[in-house]
Structures are given as C-alpha cells and as structure tokens.
C-alpha cells in the first residue's frame, strides 16, 4: 500500500506533461482536449519560461533526469540507513516529505502563480532524494517476513505494487485534470501523506517486534530453543525441575544482534555487480514508458490527454502478470536468470512491434499489454526477488542485515541508467520524432540488457 500511494504521486507527474507544457508555454490553445486554463504571455516574459512546446518539452525530460539521478543518490545512501536505523521511521519520513515537495511542485506553485524552472528543478532533486528512501525499506521488510521458499511467486505478485501505483495514479489524475493539473498534485500527495502517517503508527517491520521468530533461508526457526519443551507442566521432581530451570537461565544469553554491512562490502557480494548493471539498462527501458508513454499517446496519435492517460494503464497490467508468472516459473526452475534472459529476448521484437502500432486503441492496448509483460516482469524481479535474494545470500554468514543496502545498490544503479536515458529521450524526440525514438534508443538499450543478462 505504502508503494501503491509512492508510484501514484509519481506517475501523476508524467500523466499531465501535456498540461504542465501548455501552461508552461504562452501559446494561448487547448491542445488535445486539456482544459488548462493559460496565463498571460507577460507571466512567462517575466519569469523566463518557454516560448514554445519544444523547449517545455525538453524541460520535462530535463526534470525526468533530475529527479532520477538525485533518486539514484538517494537509494545507494538511503539503503545503508534503512539497515541502521528504524525501518518504519525511515520509511514515513520518505512518504510524508515526498507529499509535502510535491505539493509545493505542483499545486502550491500553481495557486501562487509562481513559475521559476530553478525552483522546479530544486523541488524534483529534494523529492527524488525524499522517495530514495521507500524501496529499499519495503524489501528488507518483506524480506524480514518472507523466507527464501516461494520468494519468486511472493515478491513477483507483491512488486506489482508500482503498476497498480501507476494505474492509480492514472486514474486518479484523468478524474480530476479537468479542473487543472494541479489538483493532480493535489489529490495524490495528501493520500500519500496519509499513508506515511499510517505507516508511523501502524507497520511491524519484522516478526520479532510481536514475539516471533525470523524467517531463515527455507523456513521458520522455532520459537522454543529448550529441549525438553513437550514435558508436562507440573513435574513429580518439582526440585529437579526448578534446578534445571534456574541453570538454563544462568546459561542462556542474549541472542546477538546481527551487524549491518559495509556499501564496499555489500557492493562486491556475488551477483550485486552484474544484476545492478543489467537493471540500469532494463530500467532505462521501463522508465521511458513510464515517463513518456501518456505524452507519446496524446502527441503521436492525437488521443485526449485523459484516453492517453487510461490506455497507458495496460503496460502496467502487463507488468502486473509478468512479475507474477515470471517469479513463479522461476521459482520451479531454482533459477531466475534464464527467465529474464528469455523474456528479453522476446521484449526486443514486443518493442519494435509497437514502434508500427496502428492508431487504434485496442490494438495498441493490447501491444501495451504485451511489452509490459515482457519488460515490466524481469524489472519487477530484479528490484524485488532478485534483490532480495542478494541481500540474504550464504556469503553473509552472520552479517544479516544487508538487504536494505543491496535494494539501494541495485535499484540506485538502475535510476543512474534510467536517469541518463530520459533527456535523450526527449531530446531524439525534438529531432527525428517518435519513430524514430521508439526503434532505436529503445532497441539498443534491450538488447545490451539481454547481452548482460
């Protein structure tokens, strides 16, 4: 749920790109639909905005980056907190701070008619920092609840909590752009802020805080270490029974508390390095439909900003499904490496058949539903399963708590190859178009991704 509300908020930034570049811009027209109400073109004279879409657009690629380098930051610096500190501290502070920034971004910016791209850009490096902090607690507290047995299937079905956060948001933003973007904002950062106020009060962050044990690498330890722990009760020997009770409390000591692991250490564990690599290049990929894929709908085809926004969802119902069935399959198998390596290689012809879609909705729908199959499962397995298997590999022994710094590992390394990609991808949009854009940037990251894999 936590996740849900954080790729809610999120996804509503790249749902309104079409308004925010309109008002952004001082062409006075209603592009697609948008009902956004334009300042005066003295607004944009005064502040030193955009005087045409191209330029608007290329800003919001520009804060696309912004906001992933910072969150990339944020992640290797927010994963070795997560394991030092209390989770549920860490993680409300992330969600409540992200929802005020955003609010400031988007409604408050809005209200006070008050636009300055330095002040944007500042807002979006504080808030990709602010959310750096939410994934990589909630997989180490998954992964304090899980073991190792079925993680695929758990956290393949669990890490769809980022597509439906999409689908959400989505939602959420088409219901209300009417009224202007910023009620966007609005609505999705007070839900948000909710939620990290029920996280404060509410989560367990692992089974010992209500008295049971962890989860080891196959199953549950026992609770009850003593032997002789089936004898009745009441004994015949009661002296006996009272001798042996007070040497066993001499005896037994405080279980030690697991030490967290060094970023160098955590960094060259088997495997961290090659995942990290593949998922910069896998994330690039996800991110650019993520970020772009409304914006693309309404421009390439002419569709409504609010139809663009809706049909985007399927990529991430795709995402969904593929998540789940992959981790499942390769939880039968006992490995997980050759189920993403077969899936990309499939996402490779998915994307070059969407780069012909026709303008149909129902046909590119179902062309959505298939990529994110393809490229939203291995994504999601990798910044969840797969990491989570990392962080609790043998190589460990008794230094346990590293779960939270390898997440951060993994996905911060994945934000720094999605970051580099998004002003490209505005930037080759600006130039040669949308065609163009899909067929090679997007074929050529997906495949150096399979060659990694």
Not at 26 to 42: D, K, R
Not at 158 to 179: Q, T
Not at 262 to 275: D, E, K, R
Not at 434 to 440: E, F, S, V
Request: hydrophobic residues 45%; proline residues 3%; glycine residues 10%.
């Amino acid at each position: 749920l936590d996740y849900v509300l954080l790729h809610s908020s999120r996804k509503t930034f790249s749902n309104v790109k079409v308004s925010i570049s309109a008002q952004w811009t001082p062409s006075a027209f209603q592009q697609n639909g948008s009902t956004s109400s334009l300042s005066p073109g003295e607004t944009w004279e005064e502040n030193k905005l955009f005087a045409d879409m191209g330029e608007a657009t290329l800003f919001l690629g520009a804060l696309d980056s912004i906001f992933l380098f910072s969150y990339a930051v944020g992640l290797y610096i927010s994963g070795v907190i997560g394991d030092r500190f209390n989770l549920r501290y860490v993680l409300s502070f992330g969600l409540c701070g992200s929802a005020v920034t955003e609010f400031v971004f988007g409604t408050l910016t809005e209200w006070l008619q008050f636009y300055n791209v330095y002040f944007y850009c500042f807002l979006w490096v504080i808030n990709g920092l602010l959310q750096s902090t939410v994934w990589p607690c909630v997989v180490a507290i998954m992964g304090n609840w899980f073991g190792k047995s079925g993680r695929g299937f758990v956290f393949g079905l669990w890490s769809a909590c980022a597509s439906v956060g999409n689908i959400l948001g989505a939602f959420l933003a088409s219901s209300v752009l009417k009224y202007g973007y910023e009620y966007a904002f609005l609505v999705t950062s007070v839900v948000q802020f909710a939620g990290g106020v029920v996280v404060f009060f509410g989560l367990l962050t692992s089974p010992k805080e209500i008295g049971l044990s962890d989860y080891s690498e196959t199953s549950l330890r026992p609770v009850t270490r003593d032997t002789d722990s089936q004898r009745p009760l009441i004994s015949d020997d009661e002296d006996e029974l009272c001798d042996e009770y007070s040497i066993q409390q001499r005896d037994e000591e405080p279980e030690p508390q697991p030490k967290a692991i060094g970023f160098l250490q955590a960094f060259c564990l088997p495997g961290v390095i090659p995942y990290s690599l593949a998922y910069a290049c896998l994330k690039l990929v996800n991110y650019s439909f993520f970020f772009w894929l409304p914006f693309y709908l309404s421009k390439n085809f002419g569709w409504k900003e609010v139809q663009a926004d809706r049909l985007s969802v399927w990529y991430d119902v795709g995402g969904i499904v593929g998540g789940t069935v992959q981790g499942l399959i390769s939880d039968l198998l006992g490995k997980r490496a050759p189920v993403l390596a077969i899936s990309l290689l499939l996402a490779m012809g998915a994307l070059v058949g969407y780069s012909h879609s026709p303008n149909n909705q129902l046909v590119n729908g179902a062309l959505l539903a298939t990529t994110g199959f393809l490229i939203g499962g291995p994504s999601n397995m990798i910044s969840s399963a797969i990491s989570a298997d990392l962080g609790r590999q043998e190589a460990l022994q008794n230094s346990q708590e590293a779960l939270a710094t390898v997440t951060g590992i993994v996905d911060g390394t994945g934000s720094i190859g999605a970051a580099g990609g998004q002003y490209l991808v505005s930037l080759i949009e600006s130039k040669l178009g949308w065609i163009q854009n899909i067929k090679h940037i997007y074929f050529q990251w997906t495949k150096k991704l399979f060659c990694e894999q």
